[in-house]
């Protein structure tokens, strides 16, 4: 498959979410041969890195996709790398060279029930989820958050209800989505699990998934977004080691 160029988008504009999400519009004439429908796919955003003294690579999720824009959402943890500068000082005008989009990653559909689970890095993610999910859905999203002001009024099946899981600090103390997972009730049927975190939380959450709880790769999606303590570019070697370990 061909990956297609990075596109040079505009700043249309940016907001403060929450205390700890920052939302930064993209657009402009880069747009015009943008795939349709994109809410929840991946785009690689090129941004300076002065330590490296150079550009690097970002992944982050399409949050919102209209017509001629797109939302992009940046989580706003203690360790603030190269992307989240950028965000933090963006203003309207700006340009940003970005690659993509990638596939959508989305809950298995036809469920019984669907379980989301994520941190902040995943919200956006889990967000686009809930909205194209039907109405008839039912289950649980665990959706770890930094602080109680970042909980977010997300739209969502009627029946499938949002629990929420105060943690200050993301990647050092991190037993806290674990064992609220734990805490949902199992319900009869097939489900449909979606997870993405910190590495160290990702796979004790793949574990206890599989080992416990039987799921495969027909109703379970799990990734890591990011690995406390290491940049993207360290994080993607952990993923592959990883994986090298699971064949």
Not at 69 to 88: K, N
Not at 92 to 114: C, E, F, N
Not at 209 to 228: M, P, Q
Request: with cysteine; proline share 6%; net charge negative.
């Amino acid at each position: 498959m061909v990956r297609p160029e990075p596109r040079q988008l505009d700043v249309i504009a940016k907001r403060q979410v929450t205390p700890n999400m920052l939302r930064v519009t993209l657009g402009g004439a880069g747009m015009a041969d943008f795939p349709a429908d994109q809410t929840s796919a991946y785009v690689k955003l090129r941004v300076p890195d002065a330590a490296a003294g150079r550009e690097v690579v970002r992944t982050y999720t399409v949050r919102s996709h209209r017509t001629d824009e797109i939302d992009v959402d940046f989580a706003l943890h203690e360790e603030r790398g190269p992307a989240t500068l950028w965000a933090m000082n963006a203003q309207a005008g700006d340009t940003i060279m970005v690659g993509g989009p990638g596939p959508r990653k989305l809950v298995h559909p036809g469920a019984d029930w669907y379980l989301l689970v994520g941190d902040m890095t995943a919200l956006p993610a889990i967000s686009g989820n809930l909205e194209l999910l039907p109405d008839t859905a039912s289950g649980t999203a665990v959706i770890e958050i930094i602080d109680q002001a970042d909980i977010q009024d997300l739209q969502k099946p009627p029946h499938l209800g949002i629990e929420w899981v105060i943690n200050p600090h993301p990647g050092r103390a991190d037993s806290a989505l674990i064992e609220r997972v734990r805490a949902v009730g199992w319900r009869d049927g097939r489900p449909s699990v979606w997870a993405a975190c910190e590495f160290t939380v990702m796979r004790q959450l793949r574990d206890y998934f599989r080992t416990e709880r039987g799921l495969d790769s027909g109703n379970l999606y799990i990734s890591s977004y990011w690995k406390a303590g290491l940049t993207e570019d360290n994080h993607k070697i952990a993923k592959r080691e990883d994986a090298s370990a699971l064949a």
